[in-house]
């Protein structure tokens, strides 16, 4: 891929997320909290030939500190596959600020608490500052309920997002990547899960409207079936979000084993559970071998 293209090609995020798109799979967005999770990401793209997204929370600006976020980004982008890192959920207008400071490829601006208008007015104005740094932007259209890592836990009532409405959003935000509200949930599904939670139509229907030149990120996927997160790369969504999904076995491992194993190899092991948990859903979303 070309450094010398011009902005948004030249954002390996939108690399990475185009070339889905051009060749029909989805790439996993990691949420990863410690070195494990990077480790682990980084050694299951690299071992599968699969692009994939470190993605970080403002918590860990704030608790692991700048140096860190730095470390990430030059490990990520070291490795012999396509690797980006992305700021999830940054919420706070001054996080968003410290943000665009540091070498982020790509910053999910949470909006979406505010009324329609101002968010639209909101994501303009960082989707422009952030073009002046290579840096492309996230939003959530609507409103995903539920409450994880720091997001208010709100109404279930859920605000929905407009299909009619969501290429008008795009248009007059300039903001890269659509994550839109289809009934799914952040932090765990009532009675009948994902499956009976998502609206497939409504996402369908905003997939045929933006996909082609916005790609749709889907957030609120634990737990959900991989038939089911099969279902929704045909409509457009090229990131997918992945958390628990991807960490519970890895937390299962360390806390049946912290007070037995030595440290090193508490954690060289926990790294490789990590990875196994991570190359399975590179299978699942297509992103296997595609580097």
Known sequence: MADNQEFPASNLTWQILRHAQQHNYAVGAYNCY??????AVIRAAERKRSAAIIQLFPWTMHFQGLDFVRYVVHAAHGATVPIAVHLDHCIK????ELALTLPFDSIMVDASTLDEE????????IVAKARAVNITIEAEMGRIEGGEDGLPTVDMD??????????????????????PSFGN??????????????????LASIGKLIASQTPIALHGT???????????IPYGVR?????????????????????????TVLS???????????????????SSGRY
């Open 239 to 263: 990131k997918i979000n992945l958390n628990r999904t991807v960490r519970d076995d890895y937390t299962r491992f360390i806390a049946e084993n912290a007070g037995s194993m030595e440290l």
């Open 93 to 96: 207008p001054d996080d968003v």
């Open 118 to 125: 101002a968010n639209i007015e909101y994501c303009k104005e």
């Open 158 to 179: 859920a605000v929905l997002t407009r299909p009619e409405e969501a290429e008008d959003f795009v248009r007059r935000t300039g903001v890269h990547y659509l994550a």
């Open 185 to 202: 949930i952040h932090g765990g599904y009532p009675e009948g899960g994902a499956e009976k939670s998502w609206d497939l139509p409504r």
């Open 222 to 232: 634990h737990p959900v079936s991989d038939e089911l997160f099969q279902r929704t």
């Open 268 to 286: 060289m092991q926990g790294v490789e559970v990590y990875a196994q948990s991570v190359e399975r859903m590179m299978d699942v979303l297509g």
């Open 34 to 39: 410690n070195t494990d999770g990077v480790m």
